[in-house]
């Protein structure tokens, strides 16, 4: 289950995964976690493992049913335990979006495609190093 996690009782444990979300802008998660707090449209749930906050997912929902994800980051010392994947799926159950999109680097784009994103463009082509990952849903 998730936790919403843009009050600032949690702040200190949100910026720290915040940071790890964007690795190499640090300064850039203390804007986030603003973006997120003053923004209707932008979610912030974590996931937490003995009362501790080992993983947050950051998402904006869109009028076309896509969930863009912003930011998804476990604790190093909690990873490969299925946390993100969870989270995913927590998200897709949840909110019940008709596609998932996310904007990531080379590791991210490996863990994505994993999890059965379709993963578009490489190191050759992308100046930036980005990858766009997105997860259609089934129709029913």
Not at 69 to 74: E, F
């Given at each position: 289950?998730?936790?919403?996690?843009?009050?600032?009782?949690d702040?200190?444990?949100?910026?720290?995964?915040?940071?790890?979300?964007?690795?190499?802008?640090?300064?850039?998660?203390?804007?986030?976690?603003?973006?997120?707090?003053?923004?209707?449209?932008?979610?912030?749930f974590?996931?937490?493992?003995?009362?501790?906050?080992?993983?947050?997912?950051?998402?904006?929902?869109q009028?076309?049913?896509?969930?863009?994800?912003?930011?998804?980051?476990?604790?190093?010392e909690?990873?490969?335990?299925?946390?993100?994947?969870?989270?995913?799926?927590?998200?897709?159950?949840?909110?019940?979006?008709?596609?998932?999109?996310?904007?990531?680097?080379?590791?991210?784009?490996?863990?994505?495609?994993?999890?059965?994103?379709?993963?578009y463009?490489?190191?050759?082509?992308?100046?930036?190093?980005?990858?766009?990952?997105?997860?259609?849903?089934?129709?029913?």
């Open positions: 289950m998730f936790k919403n996690i843009k009050t600032d009782s702040r200190e444990e949100v910026l720290e995964l915040l940071t790890y979300a964007v690795l190499d802008h640090p300064e850039r998660g203390e804007a986030a976690l603003r973006t997120y707090q003053a923004s209707d449209d932008w979610k912030l974590g996931v937490e493992d003995e009362g501790l906050i080992v993983g947050i997912v950051g998402f904006e929902e009028e076309d049913g896509t969930t863009v994800i912003r930011h998804l980051a476990v604790l190093p909690n990873r490969h335990r299925g946390y993100a994947r969870g989270m995913l799926l927590t998200l897709i159950q949840e909110r019940n979006p008709k596609r998932l999109t996310v904007d990531t680097d080379a590791e991210g784009a490996d863990f994505f495609r994993n999890v059965g994103f379709a993963v463009g490489s190191e050759d082509l992308s100046e930036d190093g980005q990858f766009h990952c997105v997860y259609e849903m089934d129709e029913e």
